[in-house]
């Protein structure tokens, strides 16, 4: 580790044109403690507020704040992985704009760095004030991939970390278009730490992370990490046919002891259903992971950039 290590902060952005300079100046006054070299690096991607025009007074008044501007909105980690791409530091700090990652927690994490770990989580001990829709869709995420992953993903953390420049270059080098960079963090399997704290309410404008998006993450972190869906397929086909069978053998008993007659097309019907319903469930599975893997074979580019400031 170096004597005087340079930080990255790396910092995506949409529609946070209230946020930026107040993270800003949150930063500054951290790093004041420091006597290392530092820069920000925030990515816009793709806002259609004031954002870039933020972004470019910084840049213009801070040679340390840098931005990368995608050509278009390209999602929350396609632009968190372009700005790791081009972070320079020996650690290397993700968080979100919306100030409900705290600058001042970052304080603990470099100490934790210091102590000889290459990632440090930030984890949250309180959780946001999400509708019950939400709440629920991540205690059953969480669960999911505790229970079901090939790599233990840590709980209630997101984005905001620390990762040394050895995790970063494992990261960058992965070539994956459905990006899950929790899960690709904790795939590497460096010496980790955590430290805890609350998470503050949103101070201005309002989440980008909508319900949609949420369940996208979700998915692909499932998809990516887990082979549950393919078992999950398995296993409904596996209890369909036990279902016909039980049915269809019911129903023989039933002709065969007590007499009793059934129009066997009413049988027929519901197994037919059952199997049909097992066939689309899987033909869902199936296309998903096809999906992937076609986005993987395309080559297309992860994001595109239009434009890049106070970059060397």
């Known amino acids: 580790m170096p004597e005087n290590p ?4 790396v910092v995506p952005a949409y529609n946070e044109e209230k946020n930026i300079t107040l993270l800003y100046e949150r ?14 690096i925030f990515i816009n991607d793709g806002s259609i507020d004031k954002t870039i025009e933020v972004l470019h007074k910084l840049a213009e008044k801070d040679k340390n704040v840098k931005y990368i501007n995608l050509s278009r909105n390209f999602g929350h980690q396609a632009a968190l992985s372009a700005g790791l791409k081009f972070a320079s530091g020996e650690a290397v700090i ?13 304080q603990q994490m470099i100490e934790k760095w210091h102590k000889g770990n290459h990632i440090v989580y930030a984890r949250r001990q309180n959780f946001r004030k999400d509708n019950i829709i939400k709440r629920l869709g991540s205690k059953i995420y969480y669960r999911i991939m505790g229970k079901f992953t090939r790599i233990d993903i840590p709980k209630n953390v997101g984005d905001f970390r620390l990762a040394d420049k050895k995790v970063l270059a494992e990261i960058n080098q992965m070539p994956e278009h459905s990006r899950y960079l929790r899960g690709m963090v904790a795939w590497t399997g460096f010496k980790h730490d955590f430290v805890d ?3 503050p309410d949103r101070q201005k404008g309002e989440s980008n992370y909508t319900l949609g998006k949420l369940a996208k993450l979700g998915m692909d972190g499932v998809f990516n990490f887990s082979m549950l869906p393919l078992r999950i397929g398995f296993l409904l086909g596996l209890i369909s046919t036990i279902s016909g069978f039980g049915l269809l053998l019911y129903q023989i008993f039933d002709v065969l002891i007590n007499g009793v ?5 009413k049988w027929l019907v519901v197994i037919l259903f059952i199997f049909m319903g097992f066939m689309f469930m899987l033909f869902w599975i ?3 992971y096809i999906g992937k893997i076609y986005d993987d074979v395309r080559q297309r580019p992860l994001y595109v950039i239009s434009e890049m400031k106070n970059f060397e």
């Open 286 to 288: 199936i296309g998903e």
């Open 197 to 199: 704290y609350k998470r």
């Open 261 to 265: 007659y059934y129009h066997l097309y």
């Open 94 to 106: 993700s968080m979100d704009c919306d100030l409900q990652d705290p600058p001042e927690v970052i």
């Open 6 to 9: 340079k930080y990255s902060f």
């Open 27 to 40: 930063i500054i006054s951290l790093m004041n403690h420091y006597k290392d070299s530092w820069e920000i």
